[in-house]
């Protein structure tokens, strides 16, 4: 394994190990066991439901674990593997990286979140990945509502060597757009990254101002935007799942980027968020450096999350 994959295995694997550690104290004890009881099975469902694994991911597990322990003699790591087997299963079908394939270009990747989440972090990740495979990429400051918000976003596309088109703070985020989209038209830039306002405690101004963005979009490409990525912060926990209902009524969410898992992060909630949305998880961020976005694995997720080996 080369030393870049190394360095952000291990910090997925270092940000997990607070959800892991709680599974696998739960874990280690019963499963030393010959078999497992009816109440050893309900330590170990309680366990993933405290590890944010939500309920219904946590039953699935339990019914595979009652139905292979009479077949198997389980030892510590088998049930291990039946757990990380389940989650990468559930993970699996919804796994799915950002395509660039709009045509007429550019692509347009509306990106929203609440403030905090992460989402400049990401939006200059993902640039960055997009550059790494030869597409011109172009950053539009769609959030108008904090002038830090663009600056920020200017200061790592300076260091991304790309173009930000912004208007003044507190201006119109969607005429922001408008001419971004035009932009990037004229100079023939594959991918159009937008950032927008967080302000979720506002439900109605968001909409309105994603509704708006919506139709300026439309008028200049009726397919546009092409992608509406959430970013979401693991370390909210459950929070994190009232996040995506919010944002499902208030936009369309094409999919999702999860944030700060190599923190005090609760990988679990990723797991419930796929089984109770089934949108598709595009990226995680495991750092904040620019290299700290990697397309997301299921099986890599699963074993970081049960404890398995980096
Ligand atoms: N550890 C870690 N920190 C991250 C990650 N992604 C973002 N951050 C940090 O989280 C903080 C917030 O990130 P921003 O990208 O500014 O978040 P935002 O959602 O744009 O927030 P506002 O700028 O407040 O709107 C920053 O300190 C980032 O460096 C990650 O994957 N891991």
Same mark, same amino acid.
């Given at each position: 394994?080369?030393?870049?994959?190394?360095?952000?295995?291990?910090?997925?694997?270092?940000?997990?190990?607070?959800?892991?550690?709680?599974?696998?104290?739960?874990?280690?004890?019963?499963?030393?066991?010959?078999?497992?009881?009816?109440?050893?099975?309900?330590?170990?469902?309680?366990?993933?439901?405290?590890?944010?694994?939500?309920?219904?991911?946590?039953?699935?597990?339990?019914?595979?674990?009652?139905?292979?322990?009479?077949?198997?003699?389980?030892?510590?790591?088998?049930?291990?593997?039946?757990?990380?087997?389940?989650?990468?299963?559930?993970?699996? @079908?919804?796994?799915? /990286?950002?395509?660039?394939?709009?045509? @007429?270009? @550019?692509?347009?990747?509306?990106?929203?979140?609440?403030?905090?989440?992460?989402?400049?972090? !990401?939006?200059?990740?993902?640039?960055?990945?997009?550059?790494?495979?030869?597409?011109?990429?172009?950053?539009?400051?769609?959030?108008?509502?904090?002038?830090?918000?663009?600056?920020?976003?200017?200061?790592?596309?300076?260091?991304?060597?790309?173009?930000?088109?912004?208007?003044?703070? *507190?201006?119109?985020? %969607?005429?922001?757009?408008?001419?971004?989209?035009?932009?990037?038209?004229?100079?023939?830039? #594959?991918?159009?990254?937008?950032?927008?306002?967080?302000?979720?405690?506002?439900?109605?101004?968001?909409?309105?101002?994603?509704?708006?963005?919506?139709?300026?979009?439309?008028?200049?490409? @009726?397919?546009?935007?092409?992608?509406?990525?959430?970013?979401?912060?693991?370390?909210?926990?459950?929070? %994190?799942?009232?996040?995506?209902?919010?944002?499902?009524?208030? %936009?369309?969410? !094409?999919?999702?980027?999860?944030?700060?898992?190599? *923190?005090?992060?609760?990988?679990?909630?990723?797991?419930?968020?796929?089984?109770?949305?089934?949108? /598709?998880?595009? %990226?995680?961020?495991?750092?904040?450096?620019? #290299?700290?976005?990697? /397309?997301?694995? /299921?099986?890599?997720?699963?074993?970081?999350? !049960?404890?398995?080996?980096?």
């Amino acid at each position: 394994m080369n030393e870049e994959k190394k360095g952000w295995r291990d910090k997925l694997f270092g940000g997990l190990r607070k959800t892991s550690g709680k599974l696998t104290e739960n874990l280690t004890g019963l499963v030393t066991k010959a078999k497992l009881d009816s109440a050893d099975l309900d330590e170990i469902e309680e366990a993933l439901i405290v590890s944010d694994l939500g309920p219904a991911t946590a039953s699935q597990i339990r019914e595979k674990l009652a139905s292979e322990r009479f077949e198997k003699g389980l030892d510590e790591e088998g049930v291990r593997l039946i757990v990380e087997d389940e989650i990468a299963n559930i993970l699996s @079908p919804v796994a799915k /990286p950002i395509e660039i394939d709009a045509f @007429p270009r @550019p692509q347009v990747i509306l990106v929203i979140g609440v403030n905090g989440s992460g989402k400049t972090t !990401t939006i200059a990740k993902l640039a960055h990945l997009f550059l790494e495979q030869d597409y011109g990429v172009m950053l539009a400051a769609g959030d108008t509502f904090r002038a830090a918000a663009i600056g920020q976003l200017q200061v790592w596309a300076e260091r991304l060597g790309i173009k930000t088109v912004s208007g003044p703070e *507190g201006g119109d985020a %969607a005429g922001v757009v408008f001419d971004a989209v035009k932009q990037a038209t004229a100079e023939g830039i #594959d991918v159009l990254i937008v950032d927008t306002a967080g302000r979720l405690q506002n439900k109605r101004e968001l909409m309105d101002e994603l509704a708006k963005i919506r139709r300026v979009l439309g008028r200049l490409n @009726p397919e546009a935007p092409h992608d509406v990525v959430l970013v979401l912060d693991a370390t909210t926990g459950q929070n %994190a799942l009232s996040q995506i209902e919010v944002f499902k009524e208030v %936009a369309d969410v !094409t999919g999702i980027v999860m944030t700060k898992l190599d *923190g005090s992060a609760r990988g679990g909630i990723l797991v419930a968020a796929a089984k109770q949305f089934g949108l /598709p998880i595009h %990226a995680i961020g495991v750092g904040e450096t620019i #290299d700290d976005l990697r /397309p997301f694995d /299921p099986r890599d997720l699963a074993r970081a999350i !049960t404890g398995g080996a980096a």
